[in-house]
Nanobody
């Protein structure tokens, strides 16, 4: 049984930082690309960042480039999202995603194979 458990969300002031974690179990970590999506009320689920298993190549949504960093710790079976210089428009529920394809770095939400339960990030102005 695949489990993906996010943690690290919370309330932060604009300009602050948070680090999200996604602990994975029940799947072969090396066979999956991992990513983060977010969904604000009334909006579609949006790609934030992705990391492939092959060479740990990364990709980012335009709105978070140069502010967010995705990385993975294969020994801990965990993927992280370091979020810096947070803005009120970053407020959303953040979801961890697993996509069975070791080489891709970006995919639409509809193609995700597994999801975490989500963690709320709220950025106050």
């Amino acid at each position: 049984q695949v489990q993906m458990v996010e943690s690290g969300g919370g309330l932060v002031q604009a300009g602050g930082s948070l680090r999200l974690s996604c602990a994975v179990s029940g799947l072969s970590f090396e066979s999956y690309s991992m990513g983060w999506f977010r969904q604000a009320p009334g909006s579609e689920r949006e790609f934030v960042a992705g990391i492939s298993w092959v060479r740990s190549s990364t990709n980012y949504g335009d709105s978070v480039k140069d502010r967010f960093i995705i990385y993975r710790d294969s020994a801990k079976l965990t993927v992280y999202l370091q979020m810096n210089n947070l803005k009120p428009e970053d407020t959303a529920v953040y979801y961890c995603s697993a996509k069975r394809s070791a080489g891709i770095r970006v995919w639409p939400a509809s193609m995700s194979d597994y999801w975490g339960q989500g963690t709320q990030v709220t950025v106050s102005s």
